[in-house]
């Protein structure tokens, strides 16, 4: 099935904006701590807020502007945006203190933090942001993205694999010994080759290839592939863009501020890649790509990502992509009759089974409707992770939260196959998610209620003694 809204491989600048809107949440971050005071005037590349709870990842300011605080909740909105004026933020006190502690390579980390670029990484287990100053078993590095109408890393590399290049060999300098996973769509394409031609001689470099089959791309798959468990330490993981982001703060010291994300779904003009900074008014988006009167706005693709609000102003620090989608408001007269000719179901049972090839227009419509489980294990064997998304649905329903722990729901990979092939419409990949949270949430009281229980017999026992 070919796809209409695929993105193409070029990358088109978006005129630059005169205010700012920067989200104080995004899929792993929440800006809790303000740095800035309403009114006051930054430059580009300063940090406004940071994540008190992800190592101090900080939000920075993406051009030079005068901060409004108060305008919009949960937003800082730059006004006033110049062109970009860039300098490196760095505390010197910090650093001298983090050289004693881990010499160069823990210059090298702070300066990826500091300068907005540590935020691409993630651990590949957990798909949280690994702690910096740890030590990984193994970096694995991705330039392949299997989500329908997500960024490509052809497009993220267009004229700069001399700078991707240079961002691995930062990467492992960053590294004792552990090795890099290179992992590539084609070792024999041209795009691998002229790659390999690039790292010829880096030894440490392991090169790849993954079936181009959704979701192959998933870190913590990979991870597992690779026989890179969990309990022998952390693997972090980064994307094509990550990895152009570390070349630029550590070559030349400067933040990470643009990013090039994709544009696609059937709901845009000309599906494609622009280059824009987080806060970028998703308003300027939605005037020169979308022509559907009615249309969905999804940050990121169609499997994992999440639908965008009127409230959305503008695009988060982690946007990979924004997916349109026409919107359907209304049931199709007669739909059930017809034949589905061009149109794709896990089940087979529309006549385009028959077809080998043909162009599926997605939409928002349903294929069904909400309804409880019909057991027909559609989910279960589109699983990537083996394990039974229903049972653990039907779990969760009757709050058997140890039931589900039992059924591995921690070896979910959040793909969302199994939402979207589900005919009764249950967002399986969104319980599995909150399921993984609580879970943890559990262990972490179970665990401080354990200490706290010693604790009181420890000072039991030495008030005995006395
Ligand atoms: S449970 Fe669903 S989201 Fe999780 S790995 Fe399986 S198919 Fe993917
Ligand atoms: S795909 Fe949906 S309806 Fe089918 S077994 Fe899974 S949860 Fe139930």
Same mark, same amino acid.
């Given at each position: 099935?070919? +796809? ?37 005037? =930054?430059? $580009? $590349?300063?940090? +406004? ?10 939000? +920075? ?44 390579? $823990? ?36 330039? =392949? ?7 490509? $890393? ?33 070792? !024999? ?15 440490? =470099? ?28 952390? =693997? ?46 998703? !308003? ?43 919107? +359907? ?95 009764? !419409? ?23 209620? !354990? ?16």
């Amino acid at each position: 099935m070919l +796809l209409q809204g695929k993105p193409e491989g070029v990358v088109k600048p978006m005129p630059e904006p005169d205010k700012l809107y920067l989200p104080l949440r995004s899929e792993r971050f929440m800006f809790g701590e303000l740095l800035v005071k309403d009114g006051q005037d =930054v430059q $580009g $590349g300063d940090a +406004l807020a940071r994540d008190v709870n992800n190592h101090g990842v900080p939000l +920075l300011a993406p051009r030079t502007g005068r901060v409004r605080l108060d305008e919009k909740e949960n937003y800082i909105i730059l006004e006033d945006v110049a062109k970009l004026e860039e300098h490196a933020d760095m505390d010197k006190e910090e650093l001298s203190h983090i050289e004693r502690e881990m010499g160069a390579a $823990g210059i090298k980390r702070y300066r990826l933090l500091s300068l907005g670029a540590w935020q691409f990484f993630y651990d590949a287990h957990t798909g949280e942001l690994p702690d910096p100053l740890g030590t990984p078993q193994a970096i694995i590095v991705s330039t =392949v993205s299997l989500e329908p109408f997500l960024s490509r $890393g052809d497009a993220q590399l267009h004229n700069r694999l001399s700078n991707f290049t240079r961002g691995l060999e930062h990467l492992q300098s960053l590294l004792e010994y552990q090795p890099i996973y290179l992992i590539m769509p084609d070792i !024999k394409s041209e795009f691998a080759s002229l790659i390999r031609n690039h790292i010829r001689g880096y030894a440490w =470099v392991k090169m790849l290839e993954v079936p181009l089959t959704y979701p192959y791309d998933s870190f913590a798959i990979l991870a597992r592939k690779i026989g890179l468990n969990r309990d022998k330490g952390p =693997v972090w993981a980064v994307r094509t863009e990550g990895v152009l982001a570390i070349d630029r703060a550590l070559t030349l010291s400067k933040p990470c501020m643009v990013r090039i994300i994709s544009i696609g779904g059937a709901g845009i003009n000309s599906p494609t890649h622009i280059k824009v900074m987080p806060g970028y008014p998703l !308003k300027h988006i939605r005037d020169q790509y979308v022509f559907e009167p009615a249309a969905r706005m999804i940050n990121g693709g169609i499997l994992t990502g999440q639908m965008l609000g009127e409230e959305t102003l503008g695009i988060d620090t982690e946007c990979r992509g924004i997916t349109v989608l026409p919107e +359907l408001r209304e049931r199709e007269f007669l739909g059930f009759a017809r034949p589905g000719w061009s149109r794709s179901c896990y089940a087979a049972c529309y006549l385009s089974a028959l077809r080998k090839k043909f162009l599926e227009r997605f939409n928002t419509g349903m294929r069904g409707e909400g309804r409880p489980c019909i057991s027909c294990n559609f989910c279960e064997d589109i699983c990537p992770a083996g394990i039974t998304p229903h049972l653990i649905h039907k779990y969760l329903y009757r709050d058997l939260v140890e039931e589900a722990e039992q059924a591995r729901t921690d070896l979910c990979v959040e793909c969302g196959l199994c939402s979207y092939v589900c005919p009764s !419409k249950i967002d399986l990949r969104q319980q599995l998610i909150d399921a993984k949270k609580l879970i943890e949430q559990e262990k972490e009281e179970i665990r401080k209620e !354990k200490m706290r229980q010693e604790e009181l017999a420890r000072k039991a026992a030495e008030e005995k003694n006395e």
